[in-house]
């Protein structure tokens, strides 16, 4: 044995050990996620929001349907007069009027609830408890609430699509330009709207985790996330705060009709990933800065 091997193999355990504890680091982080977001969706109350999501396409579909006369033009909300065109019409039109006010409230409601409601139930300190640390807990946190942010509008959509389908039928869709799109490209169309919708929640579920770092009283939290979204939308609504618009989370909530464009117009798609992408990094910064130094114990 030369001199230098005892060298080599002490470096060698080394590097393997810190494999191990790096691997043994990211299954703990995998297993607090998984159990997170079993944890979610096992509530109630989460299947019960979820449920709330799928009345509503329904609801628009059985109004249109039974109606004397089909809305026209600018009745309604929007793409509403298309929906006895075209059944995917629905799921759009659900999708959009959803984003104000329903898809906020249940962001509202799980994202306020991921600190707060641990603390209240007095279960956050045995999380910490566990070699996961602070910083991975309020990351697997994050993820679960922006899972549901996808599930939502998921719901939505699927509801739509079924009710639309079986009360109005499906075909070639007369998109907003005024081309005609074969029914897959619809198919795919309908669910490029719904990942707009999607992404557009992304920045306030984590102004919700944010909020529910500086409270134990997860009601607190989900109000305050929630009224926050309507007071973003009631100043993207003033002209003397144009210069504001841009920066609200909410400017670009309903810009999905750009991508029922012959091309797909992809600008304001962009520019809202990229919005939510700020906010996240943002209010994930300020979410660690207060979590790191809470205490838990008292």
Known sequence: MS????????????AVATGDAVGARRGRVGSLFASEVGL??????TWAMLAALAV???????????????????????????????????AVTALVVTTPLFLPLTIAATA????????????????LA???????????????????????????????????????????????????????EALVRTLLVAAHVAISMLGLAAIGLFISTLTDVPVGAMAATAVLAVVAQVLGQ??????????????????????????????SFTDNALLQAGYVAF?????YGRFATKDVLS
């Open 56 to 90: 509503i396409p329904v609801l628009l579909a059985l109004v249109v349907y039974f109606s004397a006369e089909p809305p026209g033009p600018g009745e309604g909300p929007p793409f509403l007069d298309r929906v006895t065109q075209n059944g995917m019409f629905v």
């Open 238 to 267: 003033l002209d003397q705060l144009a210069w504001l618009h841009p920066w609200l989370f909410s400017h670009y909530w309903f810009s999905s009709v750009d991508l029922l464009r012959e091309p797909i117009s992809w600008g």
């Open 112 to 127: 306020g609830d991921t600190v707060a409601g641990e603390a209240a139930h007095g279960t956050l300190r045995y999380l």
């Open 130 to 184: 566990a070699p996961a640390g602070r910083g991975r807990l309020l990351l697997v946190k994050y993820g679960a609430a922006a899972l549901f942010c996808v599930a939502a509008p998921a719901v939505v959509l699927v509801a739509g699509w079924v009710v639309g389908l079986v009360l109005f039928g499906a075909g070639p869709v007369t998109l907003v330009s005024g081309d005609v799109a074969s029914t897959g």
């Open 40 to 45: 979610l969706f096992r509530r109630g109350r």
């Open 283 to 287: 209010f994930g910064a300020l979410a």
């Open 3 to 14: 001199p230098g091997e005892p060298a080599v193999g002490a470096a060698r355990r080394a």
